[in-house]
Nanobody, 121 residues
Framework: QVQLVESGGGLVQAGGSLKLSCRAL????????MGWYRQAPGNQREFVAR???????NYAASVEGRFTISRDNSKNSVDLQMHSLTPEDPAVYYC???????????????WGQGTHVTVSS
């Protein structure tokens, strides 16, 4: 299974910004889309943002206009720049890769281990 490694979580004040990064490890990877999900305590995991290998993006309504997703296909990496963070944003943020193939062989979707985002009011 393809491994995803996340970084960049932490504590930020309400209204502040934070950037999350994720990189897929391995060679000869093809990742049709990469994205971010989040899960707050007591809640189900929810979609945040996604970007295809062609650069098409989509966002959850709750983050549209505040978060920006970008990727570097040459590095198999994806970033999530978060601005204007609110007390509704704290969660464990998970990186996801879908449409995964390695050396031409299909692999299951991959998930990162999660990174914590905390927002203080």
């Amino acid at each position: 299974q393809v491994q995803l490694v996340e970084s960049g979580g932490g504590l930020v004040q309400a209204g502040g910004s934070l950037k999350l990064s994720c990189r897929a490890l391995g060679r000869m990877l093809s990742l049709k889309s990469m994205g971010w999900y989040r899960q707050a305590p007591g809640n189900q995991r929810e979609f945040v943002a996604r970007i295809t290998d062609g650069g098409t993006t989509n966002y959850a309504a709750s983050v549209e206009g505040r978060f920006t997703i970008s990727r570097d296909n040459s590095k198999n990496s994806v970033d999530l720049q978060m601005h204007s963070l609110t007390p509704e944003d704290p969660a464990v943020y998970y990186c996801n890769a879908a449409g995964v193939s390695k050396c031409g062989l299909e692999h299951p979707d991959a998930w990162g281990q999660g990174t914590h985002v905390t927002v203080s009011s």
